[in-house]
């Protein structure tokens, strides 16, 4: 799933750098802009209905509508989990920078740059007003933060869950795990009991390969705390959803 956002995204650049450039590591990644996100978005959601259907064989029982919504979900958890992950693997002196997509990266705000290929006609006036305006803070905090922290706590970018994350740091195996749970945990959405059974299975299945993990290879007994940890990180990115009605409650709150 990282290898082929990588090369799509990179080939999808108005000069693609040549394949024996191109890698996990080195990327080569460029600061985010317009038009490369909303590429960008379109691919994820394909990773993410790929990865739905080549690792979990129940996926392809469930119904279109089924589907699209369990891919979407975890689109919106799994791009922010990913992004700070990366972003103090690769950023760990710069707090604000955050990946918005495999093989781009930007600070919060974001500055024009970001604007400089929006589509024919934009309000590129009236965009600007909007990255830098308070409420966007406040809806960022909404998707970083946990529900165990009250709204006058949450801070003011994405800093917070990215030193949760560093403080968690979890291992390759640990970020796998999280990823499956994140894509299997439904959250606010109305989903059937099919769709419920299947992420408790999922769950029991993980509980179950932790405790080998943990256990086995690295020869830990009092491990309860750390997969409490790795819960956590789940919970923190348990929001779903958020669209222009999402943005236009948190701006007529700060607001008022």
């Known amino acids: 799933m990282c290898f082929s956002r990588l090369s799509s995204e990179l080939h999808a650049r108005p000069t693609p750098p040549n394949p024996l450039e191109i890698s996990l590591e080195r990327g080569p990644f460029f600061p ?10 379109r691919m994820m959601l394909t990773a993410a209905v790929e990865f739905g259907r080549t690792t979990f064989s129940e996926f392809t029982e469930l119904t279109e509508s089924e589907k699209w919504t369990l891919a979407t979900s975890f689109f919106y958890r799994f791009r922010v ?7 103090n693997k690769y950023f760990p002196d710069k ?13 919060f705000p974001p500055d024009e740059h970001f604007l400089s290929t929006e589509p024919p006609g934009a309000d590129v006036v009236g965009a600007v007003q909007l990255l830098y305006a308070p409420f966007l803070i ?49 959250g606010d959405v109305s989903t059937g009991d099919n769709i419920i059974r299947i ?7 993980i509980q179950k390969e932790l405790h080998a993990y943990y256990r086995d290879e ?16 789940t919970q923190l990115f348990d929001v779903i959803f958020w669209n222009i009605s999402a943005l236009e409650s948190a701006r007529n709150e700060v607001s008022m």
């Open 95 to 107: 707090p604000n920078m955050y990946f918005v997509s495999y093989s781009s990266y930007c600070s």
């Open 138 to 186: 406040i809806y960022i905090s909404y998707i970083c933060m946990t529900r165990f922290y009250k709204k006058s706590e949450m801070a003011g970018d994405l800093r917070s869950a990215r030193e949760l994350i560093a403080r968690v740091n979890p291992s390759e195996e640990e970020f796998i795990v999280v990823v499956v749970l994140i894509f299997w945990t439904y």
């Open 218 to 233: 690295l020869g830990l007994e009092n491990y309860a705390a750390r997969m409490g940890e790795l819960m956590m990180l």
């Open 32 to 41: 985010a802009d317009f038009a490369a996100i909303m590429r960008a978005v």
């Open 81 to 87: 989990f990913e992004g700070c992950y990366r972003a």
């Open 199 to 205: 992420c408790e299975k999922y769950g029991r299945i």
